[in-house]
C-alpha cells in the first residue's frame, strides 16, 4: 500500500474504536473498492477535525435524562388534613366518653385542630413524583472507551480515508459516505483532494 499525502483523500470518516474502522475498511472493500482506494490511518493523521453530525443529535440525551420533582399536591395536603382531623376528632370524642371530666365540645374542637395542622403538615411533606424519568438509567451505561493506544505505544488506527480512481464519480462517493456514516463514522469536511 503506498503512503498518500493526508490532505489528499476524498472522503475521511473517524471512528470511535480501532475495531469499528477495521470493519468499515473491510465493508467497504467487500462493496467493491479497492485496496488502492481505502485507507486505514492511525488517529489525529489527517484532516483538522471539522465534523459534521449526523443522525439524531447526541446532546439530546441530557434532555431526556433530566429530573424534576414536583412539589407537593395541595390536594393531598387537604386530603390528609381532612382524614387527620376526622381521627383525631374522633378519639379526643372517645376520650371525652371515656374521662366525664373533660369538657366535650372544647376537647373535640382542640383534637380536630390539631388533626387539620397534622394532616396538612404530612400531607405539604409528602415528596412529589419524578418526572422526566423515561427509563434511561446512566448508572449502568458501558464506561466509554478511549481512543488511545492499542499495542505497545502504537495509536489506534480508528481514522478510514478514501481516495476515488475519478473524483467525479459522485453515486461511488455518496455509497461509500452512506457505508461511512451508518457505522457511527464522523465525516471530516475539511478534507478533499488537492492536485
Known amino acids: 500500500m503506498q503512503k498518500q499525502q493526508p490532505a489528499n483523500y476524498d472522503l475521511l470518516a ?19 473498492f479497492s485496496e488502492e482506494e481505502v485507507y486505514q490511518l492511525s488517529a489525529g493523521s489527517a484532516g483538522s477535525g471539522q465534523f459534521r453530525e449526523h ?10 435524562l433530566q429530573t424534576q420533582r414536583t412539589g407537593p399536591n395541595p390536594a393531598i395536603a387537604v386530603l390528609f388534613a381532612i382524614i387527620s382531623a376526622v381521627v383525631l376528632g374522633g378519639l379526643t370524642f372517645l376520650t371525652t366518653l371515656a374521662l366525664p371530666t373533660l369538657p366535650e365540645p372544647t376537647t373535640i374542637i382542640v383534637g380536630i385542630a390539631i388533626g387539620i395542622v397534622l394532616g396538612t403538615i404530612i400531607g405539604l411533606l409528602q415528596r412529589g413524583r419524578v418526572r422526566g424519568a423515561i427509563g434511561q438509567n446512566t448508572q449502568n ?3 466509554a472507551q478511549k481512543n488511545g493506544g492499542t499495542k505497545a505505544g502504537q495509536a489506534a488506527r480508528t481514522v478510514v480515508a478514501l481516495r476515488f480512481d475519478d473524483p467525479d464519480n459522485i453515486s461511488r462517493k455518496s455509497r461509500a ?9 464522523k465525516i471530516d469536511r475539511s478534507v478533499n483532494r488537492q492536485e
Open 177 to 185: 459516505r452512506a457505508i461511512l456514516i451508518n457505522n457511527q463514522g
Open 55 to 64: 443522525g439524531p443529535n447526541s446532546t439530546r440525551k441530557d434532555l431526556f
Open 141 to 143: 451505561a458501558p464506561p
Open 14 to 32: 473517524v471512528f470511535p474504536d480501532e475495531t469499528k474502522a477495521e470493519a468499515v475498511a473491510s465493508k467497504l472493500r467487500k462493496e467493491g
